[in-house]
T-cell receptor, first 115, second 116 residues
Framework: DSGVTQTPKHLITATGQRVTLRCSPRSGDLSVYWYQQSLDQGLQFLIQYYNGEERAKGNILERFSAQQFPDLHSELNLSSLELGDSALYFC??????????????FGPGTRLTVL | AQTVTQSQPEMSVQEAETVTLSCTYDTSESNYYLFWYKQPPSRQMILVIRQEAYKQQNATENRFSVNFQKAAKSFSLKISDSQLGDTAMYFCAFINSGAGSYQLTFGKGTKLSVIP
């Protein structure tokens, strides 16, 4: 158990809908990272937050957004869902804001299925 | 852009034997970190080992060790005394310290099967 929690574990929804994925980092970690794992694209970085502020953006679609709250948990919002958004979404956390020595610890992931 | 290449989509090894997984990467930076993550059937991503580019000594963690060849941009993972619990996808990953953000760039993975 990495100490990173993600809810829900599974999510099934229809095209056009909106969902919210939730992540709680390890105690003491200030950074949260979101990654998407799909069969065709592999593991891709989406976005990073550090202590409530956006730190870096990767291949995140405009239909997706995220935020980190004062208690440091983070939410990833996916809207106007398409079939291709079906994937495993991981949250990871680290102590610092990207200090290179930080190890990222991953949560168990949320499996999103768009029908 | 940084890229990570794992040329072996699938591998198998007999229990108790040794296996080496290959990884090459491409970067113009001199300061970076390399990682191997393991993803068992449970889908959890588990850190196996980490290597700092400025360190010449290869990292080791119990049965896991790496062969880091900086000039060749190669970072292979050796698993000794393979166990059934080592069956998993293994991902090589890279962080470029000069990029201003520290997202992991992953390879496509190698599926390792340990055979009893």
């Amino acid at each position: 158990d990495s100490g990173v929690t993600q809810t829900p574990k599974h999510l099934i929804t229809a095209t056009g809908q909106r969902v919210t994925l939730r992540c709680s980092p390890r105690s003491g970690d200030l950074s949260v990272y979101w990654y998407q794992q799909s069969l065709d694209q592999g593991l891709q970085f989406l976005i990073q937050y550090y202590n409530g502020e956006e730190r870096a953006k990767g291949n995140i679609l405009e239909r997706f957004s995220a935020q980190q709250f004062p208690d440091l948990h983070s939410e990833l919002n996916l809207s106007s869902l398409e079939l291709g958004d079906s994937a495993l979404y991981f949250c990871a956390s680290s102590v610092g804001g990207g200090a290179i020595a930080d190890t990222q610890y991953f949560g168990p992931g949320t499996r999103l299925t768009v029908l | 852009a940084q890229t990570v290449t794992q040329s072996q989509p699938e591998m198998s090894v007999q229990e108790a034997e040794t296996v080496t997984l290959s990884c090459t990467y491409d970067t113009s930076e001199s300061n970076y970190y390399l990682f191997w993550y393991k993803q068992p059937p449970s889908r959890q991503m588990i850190l196996v080992i980490r290597q700092e580019a400025y360190k010449q000594q290869n990292a080791t963690e119990n049965r896991f060790s790496v062969n880091f060849q900086k000039a060749a941009k190669s970072f292979s993972l050796k698993i000794s005394d393979s166990q059934l619990g080592d069956t998993a996808m293994y991902f090589c990953a890279f962080i470029n310290s000069g990029a201003g953000s520290y997202q992991l760039t992953f390879g496509k993975g190698t599926k390792l099967s340990v055979i009893p």
